[in-house]
Structures are given as C-alpha cells and as structure tokens.
C-alpha cells in the first residue's frame, strides 16, 4: 500500500462555515495543531459539492458542523466536535469527557440552542436557507 492511499484511507472530512467567524477561527486553531494528512477542511461557502453528495443541504451544512470518517460515517454537531477532538493530541481528555453520555447529551442540547440561535443572525445562513426553500 502506497503513502498516498494511506493518507486517503485516514483523511477526515470537515464541512464549516468559513463566513461565520467563530467558526473559521476555530477551525484554524484545528488546522494548526492538526496533524498531516488527517483532515481535509471544506469550507462549504466556497464548495459544498462534496457535502451535497453527502445528502446534506448547504442550509444544513452551515447550521451544524458536519464530518465525515474514514469509514464514510456522518458525523454531526457534537459527534463532529468529538471526532476531531479525537485526533488532536491535546483535545483527546475533552472528547473523551464529551462522549460521556449525560455529558454529550448536555453539551448536543447547549450547541444545537447556540447553532440555532447563530444560523438566524448570519445574513448568508439566511439566504441559503431561502434559495433552498425556492427549490
């Protein structure tokens, strides 16, 4: 097996909104404390060909953060924050902690309310939303 296909067979796909502020500083943080050849980012304001081939709406994709493992499994929210948390050396203690299950059910109802909340003030969430709802 080459270096290449291996790289493949670990790569993690994250769809962010690279227009919402928050979000981008987060995921630049990840970035660069990201290990090589772990994480593809997508910035699904650019291109959101690869999160519509997932199924997912643009409107979706901006509202919650989506992941994709190596495994083609959707991870959403949450469960996206875990995944990635997973392969950064000092964010290990916290996914491990989130995956706890009273604990991921807090912190899931804490993101969703903020997500929501966050989707309504951005202009951009809003007019994705609208185009889709034209279709």
């Given at each position: ?29 990840y970035r660069k404390v990201a290990p090589e050849g ?66 991921r059910q807090i912190v899931n109802v804490a993101y ?6 966050r989707f309504k003030r951005l202009k951009h969430c ?10």
């Open positions: 097996m080459s270096e290449k296909q291996t790289e493949e067979q670990l790569m993690i796909t994250v769809f962010y909104d690279g227009k919402c502020g928050l979000c981008s500083k987060e995921i630049n943080h772990v994480f593809d980012w997508q910035d699904i304001t650019t291109t959101a060909d690869d999160l519509q081939k997932q199924g997912i709406s643009v409107s979706e994709g901006l509202k919650l953060l989506h992941a994709v493992d190596n495994n083609d499994r959707l991870h959403v929210g949450v469960d996206a924050f875990i995944l990635i948390w997973q392969h950064l050396r000092r964010w290990k203690a916290l996914a491990f902690i989130v995956s706890l299950p009273i604990i969703r309310t903020f997500a929501n909340w809003q007019i994705a939303e609208k185009q889709e709802q034209k279709r």
